[in-house]
């Protein structure tokens, strides 16, 4: 009966399944379509998802994250959803050296392509949150659904565009670029889908925790590949020198922040 039952969404889920799904893919194929995985291809692109991860973590992901943790340890006053995302940051940071340095040691330069490991990360760090996203759109009322929907839209797009332009510029095969990126696609849909079935578990305690820590680690992650990730040559301060790409940046942070005012019930749901 759960198999069955995960598969009776309402018509309005089915049909946020598929938009959703549509929205992603228009904005990551055509970054994972290019025959040379080359980030100055898309310079204003780049520019655009620095601005779209900024936003993403801090003005959605870390508030949230703070605000789940309130509820769970009311009482509490230390900045937990802040700690957890310095640690992730930290911990791509010295993943990012330690590999490069490796590769050094090994090699004597540097191979072509970013280690594969931050974009992998990346990918969990979004499709999770993206997943229990979906879960809150799959138990609301159609009103409130119409709502998150939107919102998830707003930056699901920008956000696909990002992240597949991370996996072109690692080292990964193309392969296993799709892959990754078909986990990202999918976290949504499954997240309605099981929304749908959850009902009322969906606001424990445990799941609360859970939602929290992820979120805020994700708030890390977001702000590394927006600003930290490659330090000189990030976009942040490569492309937003010239006023095109410092335009480009803020369009993705103006875009964002709608997302955030319109899904700021969202993440209230669990």
Same mark, same amino acid.
């Given at each position: 009966?759960?198999?069955?039952?995960?598969?009776?969404?309402?018509?309005?889920? =089915?049909?946020?399944?598929? &938009?959703? @799904?549509? %929205?992603?893919?228009?904005?990551?194929?055509?970054?994972?379509?290019?025959?040379?995985?080359?980030?100055?291809?898309?310079?204003?692109?780049?520019?655009?998802?620095?601005?779209?991860?900024?936003?993403?973590?801090?003005? #959605?992901?870390?508030?949230?994250?703070?605000?789940?943790?309130?509820?769970? =340890?009311?009482?509490?006053t230390e900045p937990?959803?802040?700690l957890i995302a @310095?640690?992730?940051?930290? *911990?791509?940071?010295?993943?990012? /050296?330690?590999?490069? /340095?490796?590769?050094?040691?090994?090699?004597?330069?540097?191979?072509?392509?970013?280690?594969?490991?931050?974009?992998?990360?990346?990918? *969990?760090?979004?499709?999770?949150?993206?997943?229990?996203?979906?879960?809150?759109?799959?138990?609301?009322?159609?009103?409130?659904?119409?709502?998150?929907? &939107?919102? @998830?839209?707003? /930056?699901?797009?920008?956000?696909?565009?990002?992240?597949?332009?991370?996996?072109?510029?690692?080292?990964l095969s193309k392969?296993?670029?799709?892959?990754?990126?078909?986990? %990202?696609?999918?976290?949504?849909?499954?997240? @309605?889908?099981? +929304?749908?079935?959850?009902?009322?578990?969906?606001?424990?305690?445990?799941?609360?925790?859970?939602?929290?820590?992820?979120?805020?680690?994700?708030?890390?992650?977001?702000? %590394?590949? +927006? #600003?930290?990730?490659?330090?000189?040559?990030?976009?942040?301060?490569?492309?937003?020198?010239? =006023?095109?790409?410092?335009?480009? #940046?803020?369009? +993705?942070?103006?875009?964002?922040?709608?997302?955030? *005012?319109?899904?700021?019930?969202?993440?209230?749901?669990?």
């Amino acid at each position: 009966r759960t198999c069955y039952s995960f598969f009776m969404a309402t018509p309005f889920g =089915w049909f946020s399944i598929v &938009i959703i @799904i549509l %929205f992603t893919l228009a904005g990551g194929v055509p970054p994972l379509r290019a025959r040379k995985p080359d980030p100055d291809a898309y310079p204003l692109g780049e520019a655009f998802a620095s601005g779209v991860f900024l936003a993403l973590a801090l003005a #959605m992901m870390l508030p949230a994250s703070t605000q789940l943790f309130a509820r769970v =340890w009311p009482h509490s006053t230390e900045p937990i959803a802040s700690l957890i995302a @310095i640690t992730a940051l930290l *911990i791509l940071l010295g993943v990012t /050296h330690f590999v490069r /340095h490796l590769e050094e040691d090994l090699d004597g330069h540097r191979q072509e392509g970013t280690n594969p490991l931050v974009p992998l990360f990346m990918t *969990i760090m979004i499709a999770i949150p993206s997943f229990f996203l979906g879960a809150a759109l799959g138990v609301s009322e159609t009103a409130q659904a119409v709502l998150i929907l &939107i919102a @998830i839209l707003l /930056h699901k797009s920008s956000a696909a565009f990002a992240l597949a332009l991370k996996l072109t510029e690692s080292s990964l095969s193309k392969g296993a670029v799709r892959g990754v990126f078909a986990l %990202f696609v999918l976290a949504t849909p499954t997240g @309605i889908l099981v +929304g749908g079935i959850l009902g009322g578990d969906l606001s424990s305690e445990s799941l609360l925790l859970a939602r929290a820590t992820v979120l805020a680690m994700a708030a890390g992650t977001f702000l %590394f590949m +927006g #600003m930290l990730n490659e330090l000189q040559s990030t976009a942040m301060i490569k492309r937003c020198r010239h =006023w095109r790409g410092f335009a480009a #940046m803020l369009a +993705g942070l103006g875009l964002t922040l709608c997302a955030r *005012i319109l899904i700021g019930e969202a993440h209230t749901l669990g």
